[in-house]
């Protein structure tokens, strides 16, 4: 199989990956009673009406009385249009919403990422150069306990120290403040160092034990006799094969996070980003937008895998494409 | 060990080994059945015989009631027992080696104390410590060893020295803002915590291994349907799928288990796929083979045998997952708010964290260390248990 090929076959699977997936979503939705038909009969129920007919003319509104597959084929336009309706609580269309939440999303998930991406290599690295030592045990103490730490429960701790304690950092993050100032960096210094913290120690790991591998290998040797400084032969010669196998695992790291953990930063720092808006959605009985904000992260998630696969072949050429 | 012979090849009793019959089952196998039936009666009996109010135990006049939570954990212990444990005390020459270099790595000894600290206190706990009561008039008592002011609590129970309330032991970790003692909740949030580990292990493992193994010797195109499968489990993020669940249909502690164990045995199935598919080409299997072993007596006898050690650690790995994830749950307020966990524990004392801060930090702390054990474990087990892994382990 050909490069063009294998991107073709990759990118397909993915299309079927996010339809299956939208599909289970379908499904579950049809299942289950629409809350806002009760909502209706409820209401027609209260003032003295009669609640069967209501549910009825809820249902009809929806479009709830046509059959299932028209229903199906109507919400997968839907979903790949974009049109992902009118959020009830927020009373703004979804996609608005939910474009509006990743403003704030991004602000601190580009930082976040940046660091997690250039700082776990690099530590790895020195800790593997440096194997045994107490820098080595010291970075391997630090990606334990930033593994094994809860995200949200580090946050509020922090919380407490630096806004309640110290008063350094205000408490509840504020909107109005300009992306690129230092009032915008002080507050979000807390939530990107917690999420660091949570994602540097897999990827810190990870390169430290793969670069150990090359660190004695013959082209290291090699280099080494060549004359080649000690910066430059870790730079070219380690570095480099370390990051391929580590890119399989860097961004499923980063996106299990992302989904996970990112709802719940935001919900402790109350940061009005994505994690946010699926929470409060999920308090207010939002259905149009719990749905947009889950397919939203969904389709993240399928491209990130997809992404991450195809750097992982273009960046080693040794990878067959007839194995996967 | 001068006095006691090590095994050697001529005196195997062969016929102890070589059992001919379907039905002729071992010790271990004999005793879960034993065990299982009697649990078994007894949940069919508490779930169609008495009411949903009616203690199960209520016939012999006790007032313990069980959930199909706890007949499941049960369950699951008494599989823990019989082929886990009981095994390791039948085959002393492996445990003592197994025990040699696992010792050898001093945070997961430690690591395995603390996690059968939270093991026997998540099970013996609850028999022998009533349930937190609702006291207000001992809210936000502090641990023992510390102080706070006088005004936060709203009777001491301790001594009030210079307008400081003391802790006292009553309450070794202080009290709630309703005046449940945190120390108890704790004890309860570990039976919550065990149920969780061994329930979902036990899920992933199964399914993991029957979809793998069937998947390798089914072979063709249902291998790669099967396998497509895997890759769609392994691709849905699960938390949000969950959320969605929650959304749509409300969900317990028992939900949140089967969700979460249902979409994560992935990664077990296809190391199980792995490894039969090369097993089969060796020489061993061959000759069992060829001695007339059917296929599930090579898949039981050597496939699962060889793999075992990698599912132990891939396990052990995945359980702080799970918690973490209850714990979230839990925290957003989401989660079942029937479960005494940590993570409701901590979102009930995140409002008084200023002047209460123990509420949050205990059961954090614990959970903490608890995920950090799991780690260390699943880290020590990879070497212990596989001397081949040693190399080639990432």
Redesign the interface.
Known sequence: MGFGRYVTARVLWAAVVSLIIVTVTFLLLSAAPNPAVQRAATQAALQGGDPAEAAERARELRGLNQPLYVRYFDFIRNVYTLEWGWSVSRSQPVMEAVTQALYYTAQYSIPWTILTVILGPLVGVYSAANMYSWKDHAATGFAFFGYAIPNFFFGIILLLIFGVWLEWIPITYKTGVPVFSVQNAIQLAIPVFVLVTGSIGAVMRVSRNESAEFQNADFMKTAKAKGVSPLRAYAYHVMRPTLVPLSTTLVGQLLALFLGASLLVEVVFSIPGLGRLTYEALLAQDTNLVLGTTLFFTFVAVIGNLIEDLVFTVLDPRISYDDR | MATEESERFDKVDWNDLSRSGRFDLSINSIGMLLTALPLTLLGVYSTAFTGPRTATFEFIGLEQNLESLDFFFIFTLLLAFWYLALPLYQNPRMTRYYWKEFKRNRPAVVSLGWLGIVFVGGLVGPLIMDPPQQQLLIGYQPPVFTSVVDTTPATCVGDVVNGRCFGTWQHPLGTTQGGKDVFTMIVYGMTISMQIAFITTTIVATIGISFGTLSAYAGGWIDEIMMRFV??IL???T???F???????GAGLGMFIVVFSLFAWGGTARYIRSKSLSISEEEFIKASRISGASTYQVIRGHVVPNAASSIITQLTLLI?GFL??E??LA??G?GDSAVPSWGQL?SAG?SD??FA?WI??AP?IV??FT??AF??LGDALLDALNPEAEAE??
């Open positions: 890759d769609i691709s849905f993020p938390f949000l799928m959320l969605l669940i929650l959304y749509i249909y702080p973490l994830a714990a979230q925290f957003l989401i901590i995140r964290l200023s801060p949050v930090l954090g959970l903490f995920i950090l780690n260390f382990s990432e």
